[in-house]
């Protein structure tokens, strides 16, 4: 394919976005495949920032040195303590996804192997746990949510699932059910990574979701969280936040705690209880193994606090 009949491919159609040249309709095709919509905000702010900074107005114009350039800008920052490693990780991979996807339609000449070598994330070490909740502050929340059926399920899902805000939302009243040996399951549909999965319930929060079920009435079809207009749409990620930021506050738990820190907690729940990493991957939906492994590391880090030494009396 020519250089011009791949510029023809992408000619520029949003023009909101402070891109140079070719990149907006690209960066819009991309964005498009994502099934998160954080990670559609994520990746549009890390990838604008990149293409933005390189300066390149074409696909094909683009270079390793460049991308090696924008790299070590991004460790010196983080050397300055500019950003967090979290945050360099994050627009590395948002800028690797994209010119991976560049290159798969045709639009970038680069290979893959040298996209992945030259937008390598630097190894990070941990320097402190997730924060989560303990399992007294998890019953004080659940607790003070005993007058809300709604806001009680969500959270308990949450806690005891592990699903993500965009899962939690996307839940459906067919999704939670009971196999032919009494197992009590939530199902995950097209989950991060497009990938369904099962994961198991205890039965006591499969009751409060029953319960909750139960005072609705709805039809399997229907979002479990709907939304304020009817059963048809379902509850915003925002809304999620909102109801589980303002259940810890009111539960007198001053942490700086997030709905994803409910998944942390569940993560770090399971692995205390015994459970093998790879069954934890399984019911978390991670793709890979040491994505889990960060949830082994932040747990040895929180459980070495017991042998601080005391000075000698």
Not at 128 to 143: D, W
Not at 155 to 176: I, S, W, Y
Request: proline share 6%; hydrophobic share 45%.
């Amino acid at each position: 394919m020519t250089a011009d009949a791949k510029r023809a491919l992408i000619v520029t159609t949003s023009p909101a976005l402070a891109l140079p040249g070719a990149w907006p309709t690209a960066l819009e095709s991309f964005l498009n495949l994502q099934n998160s919509p954080q990670t559609r905000r994520a990746y549009r702010a890390a990838c604008t920032e990149a293409l933005t900074a390189l300066a390149v107005e074409y696909p094909d114009e683009l270079t390793p040195p460049t991308l090696t350039e924008w790299r070590a800008g991004l460790v010196a920052r983080l050397n300055r303590n500019e950003l967090s490693p979290a945050s360099v990780a994050l627009k590395l991979a948002a800028l690797r996804a994209f010119l991976k996807f560049c290159r798969m339609t045709g639009l970038l000449n680069v290979s893959a192997e040298v996209i992945g070598y030259t937008l390598e994330s630097p190894s990070a070490k941990v320097v402190r746990p997730y924060e989560v909740l303990s399992q007294a502050e998890a019953a004080r929340v659940i607790a003070i949510l005993e007058g809300n059926p709604r806001d009680r399920a969500l959270v308990a899902l949450a806690l005891g699932a592990g699903l993500r805000a965009a899962e939690l939302t996307a839940v459906k009243v067919g999704d939670v059910f009971t196999d032919d040996d009494g197992g009590q399951w939530v199902r995950v549909v097209q989950g991060k990574g497009r990938k369904d999965r099962l994961v198991p319930l205890a039965p006591d929060v499969a009751a409060l979701l029953r319960a909750y079920m139960a005072g609705r009435k709805s039809k399997r079809g229907a979002y479990l969280f709907p939304s304020r207009q009817g059963e048809s749409g379902r509850m915003t990620t925002a809304r999620v936040w909102q109801i589980v930021t303002d259940a810890i506050r009111a539960a007198g738990i001053e942490k700086r705690l997030s709905p994803h820190s409910l998944r942390h907690t569940f993560a770090i729940g399971r692995l205390r209880a015994g459970a093998s990493p790879i069954v934890v991957q399984k019911m978390l939906g991670h793709s890979s193994i040491s994505t889990t492994q960060k949830y082994l590391d932040h747990l040895e880090s929180a459980e070495l606090q017991k042998w601080a030494a005391p000075l000698p009396k």
